[in-house]
């Protein structure tokens, strides 16, 4: 998927989005720190394993309500559209 997209392209997943953030930029030493509780975590060290987050790269991380990341990728997808960017929204 990542060799389809760009990171103009907005992800969003459901839980166990480890990999999903290390090939959107993020880093495994982000990751770790993640798991850890770290404040150099992907999301501060307070998210842990399930909200990883890279807004630079417009990773929105993982929901852990299921289904909680539909709603949120179409709205993703949206913004693309009203902003009349070509880009696309994934939600997996």
Known sequence: ???ASTFQDSIITSYRDHCTHV???GTV???MAEL???VTGASKGIGGSMHMYHKAHNFYGGCGIV???IPLGAGLGFKHKYMKEK???YTL
Do not use: H, I, P, S
């Open 87 to 89: 880009n696309v929204a």
């Open 29 to 31: 030493k982000e990751v």
């Open 36 to 38: 850890f509780g770290r």
């Open 1 to 3: 998927m990542e060799a």
């Open 23 to 25: 090939g959107r930029g």
């Open 67 to 69: 289904g909680a990341q």
